[in-house]
């Protein structure tokens, strides 16, 4: 963190966000324009320029195809595990169960840990109680949880983690997933 | 009824479902976390669909922003269950006796330097 | 020209923004509150002239016309007031500032005082000069925002509990405020005044009567009248010198100016007047009692406030030319008297590090120009002659006796003992403050509260500008024959609604 | 002791990397990766929302007043993830120097019309044409607008200052003073 | 189609007061955080289920702005909570 | 006549400057205007005497008959000569009598003077304003005069009675001033004696008015200002309290008695009262051995004596009146003077204390002879030729009969009081050492000397006395042959009684002794001092318990009053005439169903709250359900604003709570105030629900003014939010003053959480100072 | 034009519900009382304008449909200066708690002087007219 990047690093660095606020910017007015589309750009630099971020070192690459299945998957967590804890809701109640388990991840680097994260809350079921950094560890609450269930959760948790590298991940992450997982 | 109309009746009813149902585990649940679990997270689904069900029946120009919406919620609840999950855990709202396994809760009884 | 009726507004209230830009620069803040205030002075004045001369100022904001946009409107009345109230804001700058250089050496810079003060002063002018309901409302809101700012500045445990009574009940009634909008809003689609005049008149007759009754208790909670008053006298008097001076002389003045300006323009048809009658004799008794049962200087003069807040309301309860000239010329002349009664407490206050007066003592002698600075104002406030309360006096009396009525006479009994309670209190304070041994200031009762200074001595702008005030009292009084004719004029205006209908709904657009 | 260094449990959750602006003092225990994550992306987004309210006000629902809270909201939320004393860094206008100016711009904005012989608060409009842009409408009264929404957020800001970092510094002195 | 409306609507009405119930019902301060979340949520639902009825989307972009808030409200009020009441 | 007025007032002014160097100097200026416009008035006798009057008008406020009128005829140049010859005597005396350079000579030399000036404006006034302008400066400057420093309890109770008193009168008096100018339409008192108004109206005036004199003039019951007065020093108390101020009031009577010539509610109380008055200051002096109350009692006798006079509203009595006027200030002002120099030489005003002074002081004695023989009504001064008068001018018919028994025996008690006073400061007593006094100074012996003179001369110069007297009593119609003064109408009933008085008063002194032993034993049901003080610790009484039961200081109360008053009032007048609307619904949209559903719950449940937190929220959820009611209405705009404002609510409260005890703090926990409360608050909001319902169902039309907006907003404003517009353009001063509102309150909150940033600052260098030391 | 019942209703428990705080010791419940009476006088601003109809936006709707938009403009203004009020009373409350250790709007102690005076004075001590409040205050802040 301490180093500083070359002054074109840095700008480029600022591009993916300049590009997603002008998506905003554009899906807001839901005119697609050049004149839109020239204050979008005018507005994010504005934003980006103003009030800068630090720079982060990520090594993140975006992989269209890998996103696409992490997003499926979630989108199909969220379904069913809407349609269980409905069920849950309706007919278990006060004897409902939980448990917290912990689960330690493989990549240590904030941006996967905290995806992983949000990615297993996004359901309803299961989220992210509390994370020690430090130590990579993810302690998950989950409901509807039987004795003995715990492996799976660490199991489930590894199979996120692995959707997730192979999405945005680095190389490096990529292969220290891959290692494990096998 | 147009095509259009079926998915958005189906979008829309499945999405006030989705939302009654969460409601429902938010009335029935016997604590936060639980609660928790039951109430923002099918919102979120319920929310998706409603935009997917209103996002059809509108022109394309008004239905970008609809995705906006979507993206705000999917990226906003997991937070929010964090921060309010592991407020409740440390408040010690969380009812001890419906979990069957707390594992954080073993590691800090063993560290006693971390509390 | 017309863009004179907004500048008294807008002027302060750049001023206040670009005070709080450059809270670092005390000098520019001064500067700038001086010159702006100058520059009112001189607006108001102009505006007197030129709505005396050839009839109400009319400003349509934006170029909309009325009723559809705002109107700004400076007519005999409210320029006459705009006039006295910024010579009083002028002066009591002065003294504040005259004040924070006695106390702190090198003023401090302040990101409060300042801008707060030409709001307050904004506030206080866009409530005369808009001739539009909500606006007025905002107006209100600007000018007691303001005032809750500066009554809590550095507010020690003592003092946090009046800061308290006082915001709460200024909220409660803005919320009946905005209530009272919404129902005439609700019944009339219109909040322009000129325009209410002519619609509430075809509402059925208890509507009528219910909302002018409502807009009696709303103005009245700000104007302080009996039963409505109680927040006044547990919170004035514990604000500094300068800010209670301003509270007193004007605020109160505005709830009596808006009752004035509504009662007369829109509710001039409703059988309102009895009850501001009785309102306005136990407001004087009442008021004239509590002041009575002081001790603490502040209180007494806060009483007193309350007890003249009575007089307005009797000329006003009296519905005549000569009535409604009374009340202008009471408004003008106790602007300025109270204003400068509670600078010269004051001064009597940093001298003798107390407000109780049983503990001061022989400061005619100790401070001669402190006596004689106080007695003039206080002669006035009793209304002895020739100052100028005498003259107002005279023509609410005049009005009373002339009503013909019999709760019109009891009124003006009632407003004659008031005066002489009010000669009583006032000889008391000159009694127990000014007379007898001279008492050494006491010390200093808490250390830690900025605003209470025993032995403190008085710089020259504090003194000068309470002179300047008492010599303006004594202009009051010396010009009120050319006062009393515009403020005839004036009374007249208000009589006859359709001048002020005309200029703002026909024809007078400036646009 | 700074509060950063101490062993809880509850300060785990802290990340190892900078995601927000900051270089001062930190709570640990407010900290959160989740959080910071979040607010760094919903942070500018939310700006850009601002932004737009602020020009779509005109013909949708919006304007400087709800543009001016929407961008005071991003400054909430940086504020909840940054811990006390983030939000000053970002604008290095003191809230009150912004409140001032706001202030002032929406009175000048009143003022403004008169130097083109028009009646204050009056509102012109300017439509031209630009290359590949298009038709652009300005509306003079954009700039009471602007005026709104910079005192807007200055006053969000104030309140973040003085109700946010303000009491917690109270708190802080108290806690010392507990000690 | 108005039937479909009408009936997301109801859905959503007695969603709403359920959630009501659970915010008047407590037991901690945290239910009801996340009851107020989920009233939010709610209203957007239901607004975007209005504008879809009234064919009408042009002030979407105040969803997005509800979504937001309703957040940044709930987690403020979430982080003073875990603050003022310490762990056991 | 308005600029020696005006001159007397300026020099006034400005003396202090002088006073401070120099008194004798202040005192010698002083002198100066009155000495001026005396001689400027009397070189004007002959004109004035022959009917031709002078008169001045300065406007001031016409608008409300507000002027300053002025006069000079018989009566004001009576006045006049005591007003300004005996102040010109005063001031010269009084620079004697004060110690060169004292605080009493600085203060007393430009009041005395302004005093004079004010005195000389109130006796050339002709109208009525005029009158009350000049009244009370009078009363002002007396105050200021009997109070002095006010050292002594007694100086600042006596002032502040004094002002009491006889403002009480003004006012009362300024009523009648006004009732009797409304009715009449002016307030020039030469227009009002020619066209004197009738009616009830007019008695009621005359009934205030004589209040207002008589207080001045202390009569009974109000007299009793005047003894206490005499905390004065001396030349005060001769020019204020003897020749001059306390005439204001006999001398209106005698102003205004043209007017109300034939109004019995004007001439009875004043004859009455006089009368009473008359004997009862005589007997009061009688027993007095304070020499300065001596003679204040005799001056309340006088003066009642000269209400009767004026009063009585007939040629002859006005006649005597004015005589007596004269006499009367003439050598009361001698007698106080002298008092004063005993007082001053002797150390000493005690009778009991002073014997042998009549040896040492002849021509003291000599003075205080005359002037006493003049007071005693002894030939050949003036104070005789008034006596005579007056016993002569109510031989008309047994009610005059009867007054003059009354005087008869109001004078045998002027002649024993004079004879006591006499005696009592120059005898020697036996047994009494011979008091040791310094000598006189000849400064303080001519001032006192002259008017004492002045009273032989116009004794003597009968037919002079006459002129003057007569140019005031023709403004009455004689109804027989006119009376005039002389010396010596042959043996009449006068003379006779006259004798009578003189034989009394000498029986009386001799038995006086025994008759204030026997006074002492009286029982004393009617004590005027006591009744004041009564009165003065009553209105404070009342005072303190009207504002203990109403000021009760606590704002739940004050506000539970406010609605109530808002319920009583305009809700009564509501309730009473309110009509259910035909278009009542039970809702417009379904939606609004459920959304009011949760607003009414979470409102109810802030009720029932205990946690601080908890009651943010529902209000907070009662914010969002208005938010939806808002969309449901089609206001995004403002529903919008409603949740961004909402939330930073929520979020500001959450801020403050942090630091705030979880809980709230114990509520009323008593019914006795909770069922109150609830249904003050239940009628209030069931009034703004019903005034809701009752103000809209009262509308007809839809608004122009929304209409024109629409029509207006996308080619005038560039919009096509309306609602924008609306705050953008239309209204946008609104906005300009919403957003500085906003300014103020984030101002004011910066000022209010970072003070203990500054006062942990603060105490912390102070700390930090200390630990240095 | 007429309000319908049900906003009828939910403004009278509105308005009664502030007033009652309003009338409380506490000063928090006092401000929540004003928060809730701004909530209820803008929902009557806003309702006064009449029935629900489309946004008044001249492109989605016409203008007979529309609502009334003054209203919501007025109602605009009073909920921003409801907000920035209270958040000052708010700052004011937190103030008071720093300084005096509660948020309770305690009664005025000059006025409680008068009330002990005249309770005196009932009971029969005299009032020795000028020196008896002398030492009043210090009584006052001795207890
Ligand atoms: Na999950
Ligand atoms: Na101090």
Redesign the pocket.
């Known amino acids: 963190m301490g180093e500083r990047m070359p002054k074109h690093k840095r700008l480029l660095r600022r591009v993916p966000l300049v590009i997603w606020l002008t998506a905003v910017w554009v899906l807001l007015w839901g005119t697609f324009d050049v004149g839109t589309l020239f204050f979008g750009v005018l507005v994010a630099l504005l934003v980006t320029l103003l009030f800068p971020l630090p720079m982060i070192r990520t090594g993140m690459v975006l992989r269209p195809l890998p996103m696409l299945r992490l997003i499926g998957y979630l989108a199909w967590d969220l379904v069913i ?1 809407t349609l269980r804890v409905a069920w849950q809701a309706v007919w278990h109640r006060r004897s409902a169960k939980a448990g917290i388990v912990a689960s330690t991840l493989r990549s240590d680097s904030d941006h996967v840990i905290a995806i992983v994260a949000s990615a ?8 992210v109680l509390q994370i020690d950094r430090v130590n990579r560890t993810c302690y998950v609450y989950a409901l509807g949880l039987r004795p003995g269930e715990e492996d799976s959760v660490r199991r489930e948790m590894w199979f996120l983690e692995r959707l997730v590298v192979d999405a945005v991940g680095s190389a490096g992450q990529r292969e220290l997933v891959r290692g494990d997982a096998g | 009824m147009s095509w259009t109309d079926v998915l958005s009746a189906i979008c829309l009813i499945g999405g006030a479902l989705s939302c009654l149902f969460g409601a429902i585990g938010l009335l029935t649940f016997p604590d936060v976390t639980a609660r928790l679990q039951a109430a923002t ?1 099918p919102q979120t689904l319920g929310l998706i669909l409603i935009l997917i069900g209103t996002g059809v029946q509108l022109n394309l120009g008004y239905a970008t922003g609809l995705i906006l919406v979507g993206l705000f919620q999917t990226l906003t609840a997991p937070v929010l269950a964090q921060l309010v999950g592991r407020a409740a855990y440390r408040t010690d709202s969380v009812d001890r006796d419906t979990l069957i396994v707390d594992e954080l809760g073993e590691r800090i009884d063993r560290e006693p330097g971390v509390r | 020209m017309t863009v004179l009726v907004a500048l008294p507004v807008l002027l302060p209230l750049a001023a206040a923004g670009l005070s709080l830009a450059l809270g670092r620069f005390a000098d520019v803040q001064r500067i700038l509150g001086l010159l702006v205030l100058g520059v009112i002075i001189a607006d108001a004045a102009v505006l007197l002239y030129t709505s005396d001369q050839s009839g109400p100022v009319v400003l349509q904001m934006g170029a909309w016309p009325a009723p559809f946009g705002i109107t700004l409107i400076a007519d005999r009345l409210s320029s006459l007031l705009l006039l006295v109230s910024s010579v009083v804001t002028f002066a009591v700058l002065i003294y504040s500032i005259g004040q924070r250089i006695t106390d702190y050496g090198r003023e401090r810079s302040s990101t409060t005082f300042h801008p707060m003060y030409l709001m307050l002063c904004a506030g206080v002018s866009l409530a005369y000069l808009t001739g539009d309901l909500f606006n007025l409302f905002v107006a209100f809101e600007i000018m007691l925002s303001s005032s809750y700012v500066l009554i809590t500045r550095r507010t020690t445990s003592t003092r946090v509990r009046a800061g308290m009574t006082y915001t709460i009940v200024s909220l409660a009634s803005s919320l009946l405020f905005i209530t009272m909008i919404a129902l005439v809003y609700a019944s009339t689609g219109t909040v322009n005044l000129a325009d209410l005049g002519t619609k509430v008149a075809d509402l059925p007759r208890g509507l009528q009567i219910a909302l002018a009754l409502l807009v009696v208790i709303v103005f009245g909670v700000k104007a302080a009248m009996v039963p409505l008053h109680f927040w006044l006298p547990d919170s004035y008097p514990t604000a500094p010198a300068p800010v209670t001076a301003v509270f007193a002389g004007l605020l109160t003045k505005v709830g009596i100016y808006a009752l004035i300006r509504t009662q007369t323009l829109v509710f001039a048809h409703s059988e309102t007047w009895d009850l501001m009658l009785g309102i306005a004799l136990i407001t004087m008794i009442v008021g004239a009692l509590g002041a009575l049962a002081q001790n603490d200087l502040n209180r007494l003069l806060s009483f007193l406030l309350v007890s003249h807040i009575g007089y307005m309301l009797f000329g006003l309860g009296v519905y005549n030319v000569v009535g409604l000239t009374g009340v202008i010329l009471y408004v003008v002349h106790h602007i300025t008297v109270q204003a400068t009664l509670f600078l010269v407490s004051g001064l009597i206050t940093r001298h003798s590090g107390t407000v109780a007066l049983t503990r001061m003592g022989g400061m005619a002698k100790a401070t001669p120009l402190i006596a004689v600075l106080f007695a003039l104002p206080a002669l006035s406030l009793a209304g002895v002659p020739p100052f100028s309360g005498f003259v107002a006096k005279l023509a609410l009396l005049q009005a009373g006796i002339g009503s013909g009525t019999i709760t019109g006479y009891a009124v003006t009994a009632g407003a004659v003992l008031t005066s002489l309670l009010s000669l009583y209190a006032m000889a008391r304070v000159w009694t127990r403050v000014f007379w007898g041994q001279v008492k050494a200031p006491a010390p200093d009762p808490d250390p830690t509260d900025e605003l209470v200074v025993g032995t403190a001595s008085s710089s020259r702008p504090m003194l000068a500008a309470t002179g300047v005030l008492v010599v303006s009292s004594l202009v009051i009084a010396l010009v009120a024959g050319p006062l009393g004719e515009i403020a005839g004029r004036a009374a007249g205006d208000l009589m006859h609604g359709e001048i002020y209908r005309t200029a703002v709904l026909g024809g007078g657009s400036g646009g | 002791m700074s509060p950063s260094t101490k062993p809880s449990w509850t300060n785990w959750d802290a990340p190892t990397e900078r995601w927000l602006l900051s270089g001062f003092r930190r709570e640990g225990q407010a900290r959160s990766v989740l959080l910071e994550l979040v607010a760094r992306i919903v942070f500018p987004t939310v700006l850009v929302l601002a932004i737009y309210l602020l020009f779509a006000g005109h013909d949708r629902a919006g304007g400087g007043f709800s543009g001016g809270l929407v961008a005071g909201q991003a400054f909430l939320l940086r504020h909840l993830a940054g811990g006390r004393m983030d939000d000053s860094a970002v604008v290095s206008m003191r809230p009150p120097v912004l409140i001032g100016l706001g202030l002032t711009i929406a009175c000048a904005a009143a003022f403004l019309p008169l130097i083109f012989g028009g009646q204050l608060l009056e509102t012109a409009i300017y439509k031209f044409t630009l290359p590949l842009l298009g038709e652009i409408k300005f509306v003079s009264s954009v700039v009471l607008d602007t005026g709104v929404f910079l005192l807007i957020v200055g006053v969000v800001l104030d309140l973040l200052r003085t109700l946010g970092s303000g009491i917690e510094a109270d708190a802080d002195a108290a806690a010392r003073g507990r000690r | 189609m108005s039937w479909v409306f009408a009936v997301t609507f109801v859905l959503l009405s007695v969603a709403g007061l359920l959630v009501v119930v659970r915010l008047l019902l407590g037991s901690t301060t945290l239910d009801r955080i996340v009851a107020v979340d989920v009233l939010v949520t709610l209203v957007v639902a239901g607004t975007c289920v209005g504008m879809g009825l009234q064919q009408d989307g042009s002030n979407i972009a105040l969803l997005a702005a509800f979504a937001l808030l309703a957040f940044i409200g709930s987690i403020s009020t979430a982080k003073l909570i875990e603050k003022k009441e310490p762990y056991r | 006549m308005f600029g020696f007025v005006i001159a007397h007032l300026l020099v006034a002014v400005l003396l202090p400057l002088v006073a401070r160097r120099n008194t004798r100097a202040a005192f010698l200026i002083a002198a100066i205007p009155p000495a001026a416009a005396a001689v400027w008035l009397l070189a004007r006798t002959p004109q004035v005497l022959a009917g031709q009057t002078m008169t001045e008008t300065v406007p001031w406020v016409p608008l409300i008959g507000l002027n300053f009128g002025f006069r000079l005829d018989a009566l004001a140049l009576v006045m006049t000569i005591l007003v300004c010859g005996l102040g010109v005597l005063v001031l010269i005396y009084a620079d004697s009598y004060f110690a060169r350079g004292r605080g009493d000579a600085r203060r007393s030399a430009p009041l005395l003077l302004g005093f004079a000036g004010a005195m000389l404006g109130l006796v050339v006034a002709d109208d009525l304003t005029t009158v009350y302008i000049f009244w009370e400066l009078t009363t002002v400057c007396s105050f200021l005069l009997v109070g002095q420093a006010g050292i002594s309890r007694e100086s600042r109770r006596s002032a502040l009675q004094a002002l009491m008193i006889t403002s009480l009168g003004g006012l009362v008096m300024l009523l009648g001033f006004v009732v009797l100018g409304e009715t009449a339409g002016t307030y020039r008192i030469s227009e009002l004696i020619d066209r004197p108004p009738t009616g009830t109206a007019t008695a009621v005036a005359a009934v205030l008015i004589l209040v207002g004199a008589f207080t001045k003039s202390a009569q009974l019951p109000f007299h009793n200002w005047l003894p206490a007065a005499m905390v004065a020093p001396t030349p005060i108390s001769a020019y204020l309290h003897a020749a001059s101020m306390v005439k204001a009031g006999v001398f209106l009577v005698a102003r205004l008695g043209p007017i109300f010539e034939a109004q019995l509610e004007w001439r009875v109380p004043a004859v009455v009262f006089g009368l009473a008055t008359m004997l009862f200051g005589g007997w009061r002096a009688l027993h007095e051995h304070d020499l300065k109350k001596l003679l204040a009692y005799g001056t309340v006798s006088q003066l009642g004596f000269l209400m009767v006079l004026f009063g009585a509203g007939s040629h002859d009595a006005a006649l005597a009146g004015a005589t007596m006027l004269l006499a009367h200030g003439l050598f009361k002002a001698t007698l106080f003077l002298v008092v004063g120099m005993i007082d001053h030489q002797a150390g000493t005003r005690d009778i009991r204390k002073l014997s042998g002074l009549a040896a040492r002081q002849p021509w003291l004695a000599a003075i205080a002879a005359l002037a006493a023989g003049s007071m005693a009504g002894l030939p050949p001064m003036l104070g005789f030729l008034g006596k005579e008068a007056a016993f002569g001018a109510f031989l008309t018919g047994p009610a005059g009969a009867a007054v003059d028994v009354f005087l008869v025996i109001g004078s045998m008690l002027t002649v024993a009081y004079s004879l006591r006073m006499w005696f009592g400061a120059f005898g020697t007593k036996p047994g009494l050492a011979p008091t040791s006094v310094k000598p006189a100074d000849l400064q303080a012996l001519i001032p006192a000397g002259l008017p004492a003179l002045a009273g032989l001369v116009l004794g003597v110069a009968y037919p002079v006395s006459h002129e003057l007297a007569d140019g005031y009593a023709t403004s009455y119609e004689s109804v027989g042959k006119p009376a005039e003064l002389a010396l010596w109408h042959g043996f009449n009933l006068p003379l006779a009684l006259s004798v009578l008085a003189v034989a009394g008063g000498l029986v009386l002194h001799r038995v006086r002794t025994p008759l204030t032993a026997w006074r002492n034993r009286l029982p004393q049901p009617l004590n005027a001092q006591r009744g004041y003080e009564r009165i003065t610790a009553l209105l404070e009484r009342v005072a303190v318990a009207v504002t203990a039961r109403t000021q009760v200081g606590s704002l739940p109360t004050y506000l539970g009053i406010v609605l109530v008053t808002v319920v009583a009032i305009p809700g009564s007048a509501l309730l009473i005439q309110f009509t259910v609307p035909d278009d009542l619904r039970a809702y417009d949209n379904l939606l609004q169903v459920p959304l009011s559903l949760g607003v009414v719950l979470a409102a109810l449940a802030v009720l029932r709250a205990h946690r601080r937190l908890t009651a943010v929220l529902l209000v907070g959820v009662i914010g969002y359900g208005i938010g939806g009611l808002f969309i449901v209405d089609g206001a995004p705009d403002l529903a919008l604003a409603q949740f961004l404002v909402e939330t930073l609510t929520v979020v500001a409260f959450v801020f403050v709570l942090r630091r705030l005890p979880e809980r709230f703090s114990q509520a009323d926990s008593s019914k006795a105030i909770r069922i109150p409360k609830a249904i003050i608050a239940t009628a209030a909001g069931l009034f703004v629900a019903l005034a809701a319902i009752g103000f809209s169902s009262a509308r007809q039309a839809p608004p122009e003014a929304s209409q024109y907006f629409m029509d207006h907003a996308e080619k005038g404003a560039g919009a096509t939010n309306v609602v924008n517009a609306i705050i953008v353009d239309f209204r946008a001063f609104d906005t300009v003053g919403e957003i500085a509102v906003l300014a103020v309150a984030a101002t004011g909150v910066a000022s209010l959480i970072l003070a203990s940033r500054h006062e942990r600052r603060r105490r912390e260098q102070t700390q930090q100072q200390e630990v240095r030391k | 034009m007429t309000i319908n019942l049900t906003v009828a209703f939910a403004i009278a428990v509105l308005y009664s519900v502030g007033f009652y705080l309003l009338m409380q010791r506490s000063l928090m419940r006092i401000l929540l009382g004003i928060v809730v009476l701004g909530h209820g006088s803008n929902l009557l601003l806003q309702i006064a304008g009449g029935p629900p109809g489309r946004p008044p936006m001249l492109d989605i709707a016409r203008p007979e449909e529309m609502t009334d938009p003054l209203p919501q403009a007025m109602a605009l203004t009073a909920i921003v200066i409801t907000f920035a009020l209270t958040t000052f009373l708010l700052a004011l409350a937190y103030r008071s708690w720093t300084l005096l250790g509660h948020d309770e709007v305690r009664d005025d102690v000059e006025d409680r002087r008068i009330q002990r005076l005249e309770k005196r004075l009932e009971a029969g001590e005299d009032e020795d007219e000028d020196d008896s409040t002398e030492d009043e205050p210090a009584k006052e802040a001795a207890q």
């Not at chain 1, 297993?120 to 989220?127: D, I, T, Y």
């Open positions: 595990s297993v809350s996004l359901a309803p079921g299961k989220f | 997270k």
